[in-house]
T-cell receptor, first 111, second 114 residues
Framework: DGGITQSPKYLFRKEGQNVTLSCEQN?????MYWYRQDPGQGLRLIYY???????QKGDIAEGYSVSREKKESFPLTVTSAQKNPTAFYLC??????????FGPGTRLTVL | DQQVKQNSPSLSVQEGRISILNCDYT??????FLWYKKYPAEGPTFLIS?????DKNEDGRFTVFLNKSAKHLSLHIVPSQPGDSAVYFC?????????????FGQGTILTVHP
C-alpha cells in the first residue's frame, strides 16, 4: 500500500516538552517537506529536504528541528522554544520539481 | 508579505453550476502553479497544475486559467457537485534555487448546495 503516513493523528503535549512527529513514505520520492496550518490560514513551510542527509529551513523554522537519515523518513521535532506549537502539521513529498503530495496530518495540541 | 492571495474566504454555488475560484500573486518569479483541495483534518489533495508557458490546463471538470500579465489564476469547476465542497488552496513555485518551495494562499471554502 503506497503512500505517506503520519503518526500519530492526534498528539497532546505539556508546555515545555519536546515532541517528535513522524512522517514515512514508500513512494521513493527524493524530496520531503513539513508545513503547519493554522485556522483560517494557508500552509506555511517549516523545513524541507531535497535528498538524504540534507535539509533546508523554510519560512517558519524557529523552534523546530528535523533529520533526514533515510529516504523514507523525515521526522519533525517541535521543541519547547516554539512559542505557538498548537497547529495542524502536514508532511509532503515530491518526485518531480513542483507537485507535492500530502500525508493525512497530525493535530498537535499543547495543554 | 503575502505573495499568494485568495481574496474570497468563501464561495457558495448551486449544484450543476460553475464554481470559479480566484488567486492572485505578486512574485513575478513564480513559474508553476497548483490547486489543492482539502477536507477538514485531512491532508490536501493535488487537483491540477499549470506551467507559466501555458495559459490553460484542463482535467475533466477542472480547468485552470493563468493570466501572467495580471498575475492572476483561476480554477473553474464545471459542473459543480456537492462532493466538491471543501477548502481550495492555490500554490506557486519559482523553481531554481527555491526548488520545491511552494507558497500557499489562505484558501477559499467552497460550498456546493444540492
Amino acid at each position: 500500500d503506497g503512500g505517506i503516513t503520519q503518526s500519530p493523528k492526534y498528539l497532546f503535549r505539556k508546555e515545555g516538552q519536546n515532541v517528535t512527529l513522524s512522517c514515512e513514505q514508500n513512494l521513493n520520492h527524493d524530496a520531503m517537506y513539513w508545513y503547519r496550518q493554522d485556522p483560517g490560514q494557508g500552509l506555511r513551510l517549516i523545513y524541507y529536504s531535497q535528498i538524504v542527509n540534507d535539509f533546508q529551513k523554510g519560512d517558519i523554522a524557529e523552534g523546530y528541528s528535523v533529520s533526514r537519515e533515510k529516504k523514507e523518513s523525515f521526522p519533525l521535532t517541535v521543541t519547547s522554544a516554539q512559542k505557538n506549537p498548537t497547529a495542524f502539521y502536514l508532511c509532503a513529498t515530491s518526485r518531480d520539481v513542483d507537485t507535492q503530495y500530502f500525508g493525512p496530518g497530525t493535530r498537535l495540541t499543547v495543554l | 508579505d503575502q505573495q499568494v492571495k485568495q481574496n474570497s474566504p468563501s464561495l457558495s454555488v448551486q449544484e450543476g453550476r460553475i464554481s470559479i475560484l480566484n488567486c492572485d500573486y505578486t512574485n513575478s518569479m513564480f513559474d508553476y502553479f497548483l490547486w489543492y483541495k482539502k477536507y477538514p483534518a485531512e491532508g490536501p489533495t493535488f487537483l491540477i497544475s499549470i506551467s507559466s508557458i501555458k495559459d490553460k490546463n484542463e482535467d475533466g471538470r477542472f480547468t485552470v486559467f493563468l493570466n501572467k500579465s495580471a498575475k492572476h489564476l483561476s480554477l473553474h469547476i464545471v459542473p459543480s457537485q456537492p462532493g466538491d465542497s471543501a477548502v481550495y488552496f492555490c500554490a506557486a513555485s519559482e523553481g531554481g534555487t527555491s526548488y520545491g518551495k511552494l507558497t500557499f494562499g489562505q484558501g477559499t471554502i467552497l460550498t456546493v448546495h444540492p
